[in-house]
């Protein structure tokens, strides 16, 4: 927002990160995040504090806070939203220039939410009005995303007046990317709250559908890259999200499906998201098919067997271990009794610091000496780009898994490794 020319504040309560972000520094890896900080905080248009008085004159105020899965139940934990909304209630000076003050949801919230916000906000007796504004940007592209959005999505109050006003607030914050025609989507709140979490249940389904087209081609000796590949061609279906592999994960698409399942049965029409379930079920499956693909490639137990994990961050270019499915394997192997060397680009010394149980080598070479299984499960290129025959002296067994189908089995069974896919053989074909 900064650097579309908005002065902003950052309020957070972690003192940490905010003391970090002041100075211009990212607190988690995002590409091309560092410069914008940097040269935004600088310019002195860009501010982080704890202090929330200093949003006393803000015309909009975002919220943007978590809204993890709550602890044993599939609905989403809403305390950190209603705290935000608490915080700029006390301190926001509403009107601005005239106008009332906005406040623009972006986080990911149970239907419903921002219609319980609005009554908040208008028993309070303060002139401040409320827009659902979801967020679709993706972790590693997080800055192209907001800069340049594939879509905006308003989501207005019903009554004419306060909506015309909570649009032109909006239109002027979003002017650069709306003079540039990105497409804007005007809805009322339901739909807003909505469409980001379909956005997120489509996804999670596209990945698990390929993902049980996997287990088929598994059982029949297909190859569901070239299955995704053939049907990607058509329009209709496109070839994005649809790699198959260990599954999804991260902060986002696991438990928005949850919430959203959650909600829906509060709202008495559960059975319209029966199907989530099995999108859930499908992908933790996976988790389990490459902990035996690992047995199977051992011949048998894995106690005292040596992985060599690479890659452990929910996918690749972050740092962000949230419902990791890498890591959660590479777990269930722990617990099984295998001797695990993990490596990743990014996270390694957060893995060290929340997980003394596990080995994390400084170097792939170091992981992969006398590995019985090597398990590529996030596809960073450091690790797709392995040459099998430089490392094939390296490990005791040559037994490849390949979580993410990123390898070529041609290249690496030629080069003497025991190569295994997720729904892919090696076919001359
Ligand atoms: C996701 C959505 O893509 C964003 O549009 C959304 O804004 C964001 O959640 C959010 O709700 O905030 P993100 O969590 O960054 O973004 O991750 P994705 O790129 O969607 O990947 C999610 C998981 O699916 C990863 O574990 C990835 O490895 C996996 N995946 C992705 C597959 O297994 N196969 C694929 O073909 C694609």
Avoid at 12 to 24: S, T, W, Y
Avoid at 101 to 116: D, F, M, Y
Avoid at 204 to 221: Q, R, V, Y
Wanted: glycine content about 10%; aromatic content about 6%.
């Amino acid at each position: 927002m900064a650097e579309l020319g908005h002065e902003v504040v950052g309020l957070d309560v972690d003192e940490k990160k905010v003391n970090l972000l002041a100075q211009g520094k990212a607190p988690f890896i995002e590409a091309g995040l560092p410069e914008l900080l940097e040269r935004n905080v600088a310019s002195g248009r860009l501010k982080f504090t704890t202090d929330p008085s200093l949003i006393a004159d803000a015309q909009i105020h975002f919220i943007g806070v978590g809204t993890p899965q709550l602890q044993g139940r599939l609905g989403a934990d809403m305390t950190y939203v209603d705290q935000a909304v608490a915080t700029i209630l006390e301190h926001a000076d509403a009107p601005q220039d005239g106008r009332p003050v906005l406040i623009a949801g972006k986080s990911t919230v149970p239907v419903g939410t921002a219609e319980g916000i609005a009554k908040r906000l208008q028993e309070s007796g303060k002139e401040i009005i409320l827009a659902w504004n979801p967020e679709f940007l993706r972790e590693g592209y997080a800055v192209q995303d907001t800069l340049t959005p594939d879509r905006i999505v308003y989501g207005l109050p019903e009554d004419q007046e306060t909506g015309r006003i909570a649009r032109e607030i909006l239109d002027e914050c979003y002017a650069t990317a709306l003079a540039a025609d990105t497409p804007l989507v005007v809805a009322n709140y339901p739909t807003a709250e909505l469409v980001k979490v379909a956005a997120n249940s489509f996804l999670a389904t596209k990945i698990s559908f390929i993902n049980a087209m996997a287990e088929l081609c598994d059982a029949t000796g297909g190859d569901v890259t070239r299955l995704a590949e053939a049907i990607g061609h058509d329009d209709r279906i496109g070839k994005k999200f649809l790699g198959a592999g260990i599954g999804f994960g991260g902060g986002c698409l696991p438990k928005d499906i949850r919430a959203f399942m959650a909600r829906a049965g509060e709202l008495g029409v559960d059975q319209a998201l029966t199907f989530l379930r099995e999108v859930d079920t499908i992908n933790l499956r996976r988790r389990d098919h490459a902990v035996n693909l690992a047995e199977e490639a051992v011949g048998g137990r894995l106690v005292g067997k040596k992985i060599a994990v690479l890659g452990i961050t929910f996918k690749p270019d972050t740092d962000d271990l949230r419902d990791s499915p890498a890591l959660d394997i590479a777990s269930r192997l722990w617990a099984r009794g295998a001797e695990l060397a993990i490596v990743d680009p990014a996270a390694a010394e957060t893995l060290r610091e929340r997980r003394p149980d596990l080995t994390v080598p400084e170097t792939v070479e170091e992981a992969l000496d006398g590995a019985d299984v090597v398990m590529i499960l996030t596809p960073w290129k450091e690790y797709t780009q392995l040459d099998p025959k430089v490392i094939l002296p390296l490990v005791d067994t040559p037994n490849i898994i390949d979580g993410r189908n990123v390898l070529d089995p041609h290249e690496w069974a030629d080069a003497g490794w025991n190569y295994y896919g997720m729904g892919r053989t090696v076919s001359v074909w």
